[in-house]
């Protein structure tokens, strides 16, 4: 076998081991359409390397120095041994597995061990131990004080939430199932932080599936890579439009011409019958989504470069998210101006919901 012959067999294996994708495939078909119809020049090809804009900061400029606040193991078997909940914690937390704890675990963990010292406090009230009882309080304060940083080392420091914010190499795909397990775990994680510390983190059986559910999905990396392709890909086509208006209006004289029936066709088979049912996908997923990240950047003590990622991602005014929904809104009145002017519009006289069979 020569060289050559083994190139091109070597190639065409890794084409075929190359999954499609089919989100990005749909919008290049769309605009190469549009281009072909309006007789422009055909748009700029998104490049992937966009996506890097939207780079995860690195996990050390997200994570927070947490100082250790511990009672003593012997304090506590000699003095508080009407307290074994809070015996068996502290007992966790020393030996070698509680030393090694996933920072996920170790918010359940404080969770836990708030709970113990609740109880314990209220039973040595009741036993009028008040020496120990001060020394207590001062613990709960301080570990209080501390589950808000807890908190962000548990999601900063977790792989699960790192995958689900780090944009996929490949875009959310056309009616792909919906994401609800994980959009439910991110909005339950932004109520859990928000609530903290009046709330106590709930025990590792409860915050474990909501890890796992951003685990299990790779929508959240594709959802941000949809929405930057599609915000660079909607404001080509609007460029289009609108300077072939500019350019060569399509009817000069307000009266529908053959080209401009070419292109309503377009607006009907490729906007409204392909296009659109995919930005309907992404926006109702990216509603929820955003919504749960802006919930997640109020949350007290975040880290000033998490701060500033959530805002990149879904922040009110500039951010991928608002970039989104206005690429969406200019797109939908370029095609409104165009269409207009030449009376082929829906609720104009020469508007046709049924589309030319004939491909554009």
Not at 184 to 197: I, K, M, S
Not at 266 to 295: E, M, T
Request: with cysteine; aromatic share 6%; charged share 20%.
């Amino acid at each position: 076998m020569n060289a050559r012959l083994l190139f091109l067999i070597t190639a065409l294996c890794l084409c075929a081991c190359t999954p499609a994708d089919d989100g990005l495939a749909l919008q290049a078909d769309y605009l190469q359409r549009l281009s072909n119809a309006l007789d422009v020049e055909s748009a700029t090809a998104f490049d992937s390397a966009e996506l890097t804009r939207y780079r995860l900061p690195a996990r050390r400029e997200r994570l927070l120095n947490i100082a250790e606040v511990r009672i003593s193991l012997l304090e506590l078997l000699v003095e508080i041994r009407r307290c074994p909940a809070l015996q068996q914690q502290i007992s966790l937390r020393n030996n070698s597995l509680g030393k090694q704890l996933t920072p996920s675990s170790r918010l359940a963990y404080e969770g836990d061990l708030l709970r113990a010292i609740d109880a314990c406090r209220e039973h040595l009230r009741r036993e009028n131990q008040d020496p120990l009882l001060g020394t207590l309080d001062q613990l709960a304060a301080d570990k209080r004080g501390q589950l808000p940083d807890v908190f962000w080392n548990a999601l900063n420091a977790s792989p699960e939430f790192e995958r689900y914010l780090r944009f996929a190499e490949q875009t959310l795909p056309p009616n792909a199932g919906e994401d609800n397990a994980a959009l439910d775990a991110l909005a339950q994680l932004a109520t859990l932080g928000r609530a903290l510390p009046a709330t106590l983190p709930p025990s590792g059986e409860q915050l474990d599936p909501l890890f796992f559910a951003l685990h299990a999905s790779d929508q959240g990396g594709q959802l941000i890579s949809s929405l930057v392709s599609l915000t660079h890909n909607l404001n080509q086509g609007s460029d289009m439009l609108e300077s072939r208006q500019e350019q060569r209006p399509l009817c000069p004289t307000g009266k529908a011409t053959e080209r401009g029936r070419i292109v309503q066709n377009i607006f009907v088979k490729y906007y409204a019958g392909s296009l659109q049912p995919y930005l309907a996908q992404v926006d109702q997923q990216g509603q929820a989504w955003s919504r749960s990240l802006r919930a997640l950047s109020e949350v007290t003590q975040i880290p000033p470069a998490t701060r500033q990622y959530l805002q990149r991602l879904s922040g009110p005014e500039t951010s991928l998210w608002a970039d989104f929904q206005q690429a969406t809104a200019r797109h939908v009145r370029s095609w409104q101006e165009l269409l207009n002017s030449c009376g082929l519009a829906p609720g104009q006289s020469g508007w046709n919901a049924n589309a030319d069979s004939a491909d554009q």
